[in-house]
C-alpha cells in the first residue's frame, strides 16, 4: 500500500471516528468531541483523547497521549488495540471493519477476533511477545554483557520491545521503558505468558522504578526455557541466574522458573532422568528446592542441586569470575555430564 493509499484509509477511518472507538476502544468512552481512554492498547483511563470531529485543530481521527506524548491516527489504533505487528495486516483489520455495519455495540455483545485481549491474559503475553523484536544488537544484549553474560546462543523466548509500557501505581499515568520480554512456554513449546523485565534507556541496568519485573499469564508449571531438554536439564528462578550457569555450562538445556514458587511447580519433560537445581542462597529458594526434590523424586527424576558461593550464580560470575564459576559447577555436575555439557578444562 502506498503512503496516499495510507492516507485515504486513514481519513475513511476518522469520518467515522466514534465507531471506530466504540469497537476498538471500548475501554473508554465520549467525553464531548473526543473519545477517553488510558492509551491506544485499551487500557482503562483518561489521559489519551481521540478527535471525533474535524475542528480547527485538526482532522477527526487523530489522537494524543497525554502521558506519555505519543500521538498518531486511527491506524495507529487498530494497529496497537489488535497487537497487530505487519501494516499489511493492520490494513486488512481497517478494511475488514469498514465494510461492517455500524450498530450501537450492546454491553452483552460477544467480541469479535481482533479486539483487544483481557489485561494480563495469556492472549495479551502471546501479542507482546510478537509485538517484540529479537535481542541481537539490541539493550538487552547490553544488559547481559554488563552482568557478564555473553553465551546468547538458542535465547529466541527473550525479546526487546523498546516502549514497553509500565505503571507505577493504580492511580499514576503510565510510562514507558525499554524491556526485556521473555516468552514464558509450556512443555510444548506453547506461549503461555510473558515476562518484563524494565530497562534503564542505555541498558546499563535496570530501569530506575519501583517494580522492575513483571509477569503475565499462566506461568504456574511453565518457564523460559532455553535449549530443549532430553534426559538432563538445569531449572532456577531468575533469567539472569540460569543464564549464568549456561556460561560455564553451554550445552546444558537450562529453565527460568521466574519465581521461588514456579520452580517448585515447574512440570518436567517426560523423558527427564537428571534434573539440576539451580538454587539461590536465601530461605526462599531452600523452601523451593526441597519441594522439588520432593515432586521429582516421586517420579523417579535425579535431582541434584547445584549451590552458588555468593548469593546467586550471576554474582559469582560478575565479582569472582567465569573460570572460579566453572570450577564450582564442575564440582557439583555428575562427571559424565562434565564431559557431555561442558567444554575441557583451559
Known amino acids: 500500500m502506498t503512503r496516499l493509499d495510507a492516507s485515504d484509509l486513514a481519513t475513511r477511518l476518522g469520518r467515522e471516528a466514534e465507531a471506530v472507538c466504540r469497537h476498538y476502544l471500548d475501554a473508554g468512552h465520549r467525553q464531548g468531541n473526543y473519545w477517553q481512554v488510558g492509551d491506544a492498547r485499551n487500557t482503562p483511563g483518561r489521559s489519551m483523547f481521540v478527535r471525533l470531529k474535524e475542528t480547527m485543530k485538526g482532522p477527526a481521527g487523530k489522537w494524543t497521549d497525554a502521558a506519555t506524548g505519543e ?31 455500524r450498530p450501537e ?44 553474560i555473553t553465551a546468547l546462543h538458542g535465547t529466541g523466548n527473550l525479546r526487546f520491545h523498546p516502549r514497553c509500557y509500565y505503571r507505577p501505581d493504580d492511580h499514576a499515568s503510565l510510562e514507558t521503558w525499554p524491556a526485556m520480554i521473555a516468552a514464558v512456554t509450556d512443555l510444548n513449546g506453547r506461549i503461555t505468558g510473558a515476562h518484563r523485565t524494565w530497562l534503564a534507556p542505555d541498558g546499563s541496568n535496570k530501569a530506575p522504578v519501583e517494580t522492575q519485573r513483571k509477569a503475565m499469564g499462566d506461568l504456574l508449571g511453565h518457564a523460559v526455557r532455553f535449549g530443549v531438554p532430553v534426559d538432563v536439564m538445569a531449572a532456577g528462578e531468575g533469567i539472569e541466574s540460569v543464564l549464568s550457569v549456561r556460561q560455564a555450562i553451554p550445552d546444558i538445556a537450562v529453565a527460568a522458573a521466574l519465581s521461588a514458587a514456579h520452580l517448585a511447580a515447574i512440570l518436567f519433560p517426560e523423558a527427564l532422568r537428571r534434573l539440576y537445581v539451580i538454587r539461590d542462597n536465601d530461605p526462599a529458594g531452600d523452601s523451593a528446592r526441597d519441594r522439588l526434590i520432593e515432586r521429582a523424586s ?38 559424565q555430564d562434565v564431559a557431555r555439557f561442558m567444554a575441557p578444562a583451559a
Not at 454491553?107 to 495479551?124: H, I
Not at 527424576?301 to 552458588?308: D, G, Q
Open 105 to 148: 455495540p450492546s454491553p452483552a455483545a460477544k467480541k469479535r477476533p481482533g479486539t483487544p485481549a483481557p489485561s494480563g491474559s495469556a492472549e495479551a503475553a502471546r501479542r507482546l511477545v510478537a509485538m517484540s523484536q529479537p535481542i541481537s544488537g539490541t539493550l538487552v544484549e547490553t544488559y547481559f554483557r554488563n552482568r557478564g
Open 298 to 335: 516421586a517420579v523417579g527424576i535425579e535431582v541434584i542441586v547445584l549451590s552458588p558461593i555468593l548469593e546467586d550464580f550471576n554474582e559469582d560470575l560478575r565479582h569472582l569470575g567465569l573460570d572460579t564459576l566453572r570450577a564450582n559447577l564442575r564440582g557439583q555436575l555428575v562427571p
Open 71 to 101: 500521538h498518531g491516527d486511527l491506524l495507529d489504533v487498530i494497529r496497537e488495540s489488535c497487537g497487530l505487528i505487519d501494516f499489511a495486516d493492520v490494513v486488512e483489520e481497517a478494511r475488514s471493519f469498514l465494510s461492517l455495519p
